[in-house]
């Protein structure tokens, strides 16, 4: 369970963990201007955490504040990330491509698996960025693919099932290249960083 805390009083942020009544709990605790670092920090990176805690949690206890903070995380959440450049569309290809490759070429399972979760992350990251979408971390990935297209979802997570019940590498290799596709495909020939 998480929950937040705004405590005009405190002199900084500051998280902590405890269990009560039996559940893990994760306490984060801003005060007026702590929050808006972070969430400055969460929009930069393109994952909302604080933003989404606060627009889409249950409040406990009410203040005069809480409205316009709660407001204040809606709009970042329905805004999302800035769009990505030409350029990190490009230099994120190219490292796709760099991984793909590798999957392809490997025929080492143990490092399959790990190039594999590589790929997945990557190419989440991509569909989301590109489609100016909030990215996600661990139980997020699936959950911001969802909010995305929960079709492109079922398909991303079944294709990485399949080649991590049965070895089939094909059904990932396709998606990645049909992620690809409409940015110009996989990038290597002429890929080049200053």
Do not use: C
Request: glycine share 6%; proline share 4%.
């Amino acid at each position: 369970m998480d929950i937040v805390i705004f405590d005009k009083d405190i002199p900084s942020a500051y998280r902590e963990s405890v269990i009560a009544f039996g559940w893990p709990i994760e306490v984060f605790v801003h005060n007026l201007q702590s929050y808006q670092l972070f969430f400055e920090s969460d929009v930069k990176r393109a994952r909302p955490s604080l933003p989404r805690m606060v627009a889409e949690g249950t409040v406990i206890k009410k203040s005069d504040y809480l409205p316009k903070l709660i407001n204040e995380a809606k709009r970042i959440i329905e805004l999302g990330p800035e769009v990505w450049t030409k350029k990190e569309i490009e230099f994120k290809r190219y490292f796709i491509t760099d991984t793909l490759d590798d999957f392809i070429g490997s025929n080492n399972d143990a490092e399959e698996l790990i190039i594999a979760g590589t790929l997945a992350e990557q190419l989440q990251e991509f569909v989301l960025r590109t489609n100016k979408r909030w990215v996600g971390k661990s139980k997020w990935v699936v959950r911001e693919l969802n909010h995305y297209d929960p079709v492109f979802s079922g398909k991303f997570v079944e294709a990485f099932s399949q080649y991590y019940r049965n070895g089939n590498k094909e059904i990932v290799v396709e998606m990645a290249e049909r992620v690809l596709k409409p940015y110009g495909g996989k990038l290597f020939d002429g890929f080049s960083v200053e």
